[in-house]
């Protein structure tokens, strides 16, 4: 975990980080040693939203933290706090994330037209 060992001394290892302010409706994954996606805990009250993830099972590096945002959603999300934890009991100083959030695709646009002939011949589909 490159991005986090700054924040252990020598014999200490990463045992959990906490994302804080993370905004309603978002929903914070993380890539586990199994290679598989994981929901965090969200330990958060109604006025905090905090989630927790528990950095001895994660995979390799913050590269396999993800934030799902709401559908509908993009542009800049400030706000977001992330703390690191040693298996010391060590906690980090808070590192502040601005989180860019950008459409998968553009909004579908349906718009039929009327059809002015009628077809009433019977065809088989194979």
């Known amino acids: ?7 252990c001394s020598e ?9 804080d302010n993370v905004p309603d ?3 914070v994954f993380c890539l586990s040693a199994s290679d598989t996606e994981e929901l965090a805990n969200n330990n958060g009250d109604i006025n905090s939203n905090l989630w927790a993830i528990d950095a001895t099972n994660l995979s390799a590096s913050a590269d ?16 977001f706090q992330m703390k690191v934890i040693s298996d010391s009991g060590k906690i980090s100083e808070l590192l502040d994330i601005t989180l860019q959030v950008t459409l998968v695709a553009d909004g579908v646009r349906f718009d039929p037209t009327v059809t002015l002939y009628v077809d009433t011949s019977i065809t088989t589909v194979i």
């Open 64 to 79: 396999n933290i993800f934030i799902k945002s709401p559908e509908k959603v993009s542009g800049t999300v400030p706000g």
């Open 1 to 7: 975990m490159p991005l986090f060992t700054s924040y």
């Open 11 to 19: 014999n200490d290892i990463v045992a959990g980080i906490s994302l």
């Open 25 to 27: 409706n978002y929903l």
